[in-house]
């Protein structure tokens, strides 16, 4: 696994992320993990790498796009001088195209989102020794689905901003995909954007694959 | 693993199971299954196994010795008409023994318990495939103090029930001693009880192992 | 339009029609109407044709099928002495068929719901100038969604109900299929089955269409 | 219609227009409407016109005479760069001359109300597509009320501005007197100024008749 | 004064009498009066005769017309064995011909409100020393209101019963309508039923008048 | 009566005189209040002399010493620009030598007592037509109970203060000592300093009386 | 000290017993105790004599006569098959005689309260070790206040029957007469019924006292 | 005893003190004690020794180690001009090296306890009369306990201290270790470190002991 003794993990995003985590909480406190997959991530580490010691914080923002998340970059997430940095990000910006049709928001499109993602990336990687890039998820079976093809371009922009910088990139929308090739969204989620303890369990394990967790463990 | 399509399984026992699921929701539904290890191995069950299409549900009851649950069994479990039970009883038999010591309380003494244990297997047995003990835990690393020392007592009738009945017992207490080896109690709970997520990672991977459940999956 | 002076309009359904009615208040009272298409169409009912004092009555009921419909149908709506009766049912008996999968509860079937809806049928109509059946709704744009594909079918058998009793037919899924062709689902509802103010615009002014509403009064 | 595509129609008031809207919500986001005739409004222009995208902003708020909405008029209407607004004003600047009799509160005479009306227009019009006065309304059928009266003069300085600045007038006086033909005050409301859904539905129905809503769509 | 040392006074009513009282009080016990004229009544009977030791109990109930109190009578009054008993009563009889116009609620024609009122007067004078009828009240200083003027006639009703049985009858409007010769309605309510301190201090002040209240007492 | 026409009539105070009133009002507003005796002069002030629209504002502040009351003296009293002031003050500052006595706090000896009071009355007079000075009152019947004694001597100094200024003084203790010959304590509070309806009505009675309020009056 | 191992002692009595004890906790549980003279009792006894492991219940019931508490002693009191009992009663007794005056209500006199006391203790006396009757106090420093002079009669009561029955007898209200020869009563409580911390230090103190405490334990 | 007339002790710690108090309560003030050892401590403090007037303040603050408690020493303590000073500090210092070890928490080694500490002292001893250390406790029967064994250590320090400074050292974990010769944790209270009313009466007892309290007295 890539993570090593004392080291600190930072999971940043969106509500996907955050699951109601208490903010007046201490990093890594009582009750600041959130109930999803954070919380589960945390969980096993622990139980499975006691002696790693590894401290995890949730760093997601409800209502978080992009934009929202950069303002709040140095604050909420390099103060805690992380070892490892995780982003799931881009449900919102692309949400917002959709739901705020009627709002006349300003939103993020995707040369926006790749220049703010670049520049997140490259503050932090000086830092750290490595960053997790997660794709954000749409619960959503078909492709044709036109906030789900544009959600996917936007994975795409993270994909690639991950190849360029040698990072690891956890395509989470794949494993969905799979899932619901044998059961339904609702399943998963009431709204098709926040998943429920299954949903979580499938991000969880995503993650944990990606950074090499010794599943035969006990 | 040993589920197959379509089993139901009940995961039966006191507030280590129950953690805070909502009695008014119908079984297996919205926000049943508690914050604890049911519902993680809930998640991970539906994540990685969706065509099996299992049904898990909640049964546990803060506050339940052996004796209370025996009284709800046919209502709770038998009524759900379950393929699979699992059990996790016993910290309140014998923590009763020492917090409850100045209130001249009903005790169950080991006789009493493995009596009730036995008769809940065997009105149960006939009409499940299986059922699996999982020993209560005391999440304390000293095997000198006297509660640790009584529980472990309890958890070994739990275990001679399984081995007569050739039922799956899973050791929770010696992967929680194992954690206790690395790292101290209050990382996994504040009362020696009630554990967090991260003691709730340990019993769900260790429920699921025991079940065959296959890690590699994706 | 169809209704006569101090005729009593029943309107019944699931969590679509109740909208957070109080259901402590009497019919037709201060609150009672909920916050969806029912008080849309009392309001423009009375604003508009104040001479004929139609009452109306909003007894939808969240989380009903047609099953849970049929057995408070006599207490709940019979026994307000309709002269006419609305229903708008038909999504709960669907969408447990997808979200309730991993809870094996038992579901409506095609043949359940058209006997069901029948006999409702059969039971109102000797006392009632007449019924109008609209259609239940999914706000999903694409046709090969499966619950849509469901749904559809279900909405088929209210309307050759419709036909064979010779009732008014209000197909409230065409208007929302059409509105879908500009503007996307997210701007009607978060969750494709509970419309906000704009959905249940369509709804009020689909019914209201149907019976005649003469929308050039003032 | 007079609204285009990507119109911003912001709908400025007092209580009557507030109708409790959600403050801290964006402009026409979840729940910013209120319960009352924005509501509707913003309800049929979407459901009926969904190609022209138009976005509605609720900004009444309750207890406002004329001088306070002046007081927020640049952050609250002016900054969302509004096509159109809407003003229904007046009740409170009548009312507190009869309930305030005791409190001895400096009140809003005919000659401020119409200065402070002109400059609120004087203001707004150089930048927008065009404004809507709606008449204050008092749910009272007699008109030697002497607030009806009052406010009858008053509404009758917004309709000699409107004619003025070419604006459109749009006389909800005249539809509830002619509803209190029928029906009694108590139908529409308790207290004569706040409505219900009846009276929100008369607001509605005479605004979107004065700007050449086709009512004749689905 | 008509009261004489150790009577029990109870005054029964709607809305107007009850005014916020604690049922779970025992009668005449701490908040037991509400914040009306029942209130009032019984601080100045006690604060200027406190060698009488009168109890006075609140025994109006929100939303009560003339049936629903007589429903309640042999337990709420009779039970207390009063020596006086005050009745004010008639507003819903009346209002509800108005309000409740489109909810085809069964109402209380002038025939029905004598017979029931003589009912209760027969009922109860056996036992008590007196009886007094307050009018009931509407706050509109316009004779020509039609529930003003409905309302009269019910109050007419009370003062035949009043004189046919030899009772004190209080004709509060009378001097509700004297004050609204100099201050408008909003001053005593803002709904034109339910009085604020000030309108009930006009009650309470026509009550203790008719029962011979010496206010040059200290 | 010495109340004129349009009159404005503060009334200062501890929580004797607040009584619940809600802060965020108004003066003189909706539940500007309390439920004390400032409702029931404000009542009797209204119901009976509507002509001459005297405005009441309560401005007791629960707590409050005369140290405290001259702290918000210019903004809270002055700053309405009364006609007439009346002050109700000093039960906490003795209570405090009392209840007080382990805490150590800073106590309001006589002297300072009636510095602040004569401060108070010198800023208040050139800007107002008269002050009511009432005396504060403990509910006890012993004359010879400590802190009765030491508040006889605070009230006495009001009354000082009273006649050197040529105010009116009203002496509420006379009248609750007359109270206190035919019933005991308990039935006007419960810890002899806060009263109930029945107190308050003797407060009330015993200010009217000595403003020359014409009880004759209907 | 009277008490022996495993003993249970039942502490009953009124509102200065109850203390806010959780009624549905069971007897000696968590939050059972309330926070007043019991919950030190409790303490004391198990913090020194820990090998004794009395068991301690608190079963005061808040507004308490002796009639009322008569009713409930089988369930309350018998049902817990005490060792010893304590009875802290007659406040409530005689506190009705004053602030009931006006509620008409049915007192105790004193007959009733010695048969019912009698009662009480005969019905006790054949299942316990012993009986400790506490004396009823009121916190009032003149022994000339009427409510003190009949709670001093009251209290006679118990101490004629604690005499005749040979049980261990309080006098709470001396160790309170002679606190308020140095301190006032507002020290001890606000209402001369209900003592905080300190006034139920002197009752523990009393009632350890004469138990046989020994305080020179550590 | 040591305190003398008119002295101010005030306690300082953390949540073991804390107990919930109300912080905006004064000094001593109604429901400023918490429900711990300071309420105890004061009552029989101001209960047997009524004469001394001795003002007791309980600033214990949840959560604090001793650098927490440092920074807030001098408008927390040392503003309140205590005689005396008592400090129960160390567990939270102590118990973030366990329970904070994944959080990555700054902890408090021995050497800037100690340090801190005896600035603590300094800061204090010119001003006062003299302090009174309490030692940390850990309700832990074993010695072997890691966290009671580092427990041990801190308070040796404070140990160490008090004798330097020739300050009053109570040994609260000798008397807990005593207890636990008798009965187990549990009874005292559930995590180990907050105390029940049980826990908090032994230290109210050696607190009081240590300061020269008579026990004789009554």
Redesign the interface.
């Known amino acids: 696994m890539i993570f090593e003794k ?1 080291d ?1 993990l930072v999971m940043a995003g969106d509500s996907v992320t955050d699951c109601g985590r208490m903010y007046e909480q ?5 009750r600041s ?1 959130g ?1 999803g997959y954070v ?2 991530v ?3 580490l ?3 790498y ?2 790693l ?4 914080a949730n760093k997601g923002v409800s209502g978080d796009d992009i934009l929202l998340m950069e303002k709040r970059w140095d604050k909420d997430v390099l103060a805690l001088n992380p070892d490892w940095v995780s982003i799931m990000i881009g449900i919102n910006d692309v ?1 917002r195209q ?2 705020g ?5 300003q939103t993020v499109d995707q040369q926006a989102f790749k220049s703010t993602y670049r520049s997140i990336i490259e503050r932090t990687l000086p830092t750290v020794k490595g960053m997790i890039l997660l794709s954000p998820i749409m619960i959503e079976q ?1 492709n ?4 789900k093809k544009m959600l996917v371009e936007y994975a795409h922009i993270a994909k690639e901003l991950a190849v360029e910088y040698k990072l690891i990139y956890v395509d989470i929308q794949a ?1 969905i995909d ?2 619901l090739q ?3 969204e ?2 998963l989620c ?3 954007v926040h998943p ?7 991000i969880a ?2 993650f944990l ?1 990606a950074v090499g967790f010794d ?2 463990r ?1």
């Open positions: 004392d600190i201490p990093p890594a406190g009582w993990f109930d919380s589960m945390d969980g096993f622990a139980a499975l006691p002696e010691r590894i401290m995890v949400w959709f739901d049709l009627l709002m006349h928001v078909s044709d689905n036109p906030m494993r799979a899932f044998e059961l339904n609702f399943i009431s709204d098709r429920n303890n299954k949903g979580h369990a499938i394990k995503a694959d599943w035969t006990t």
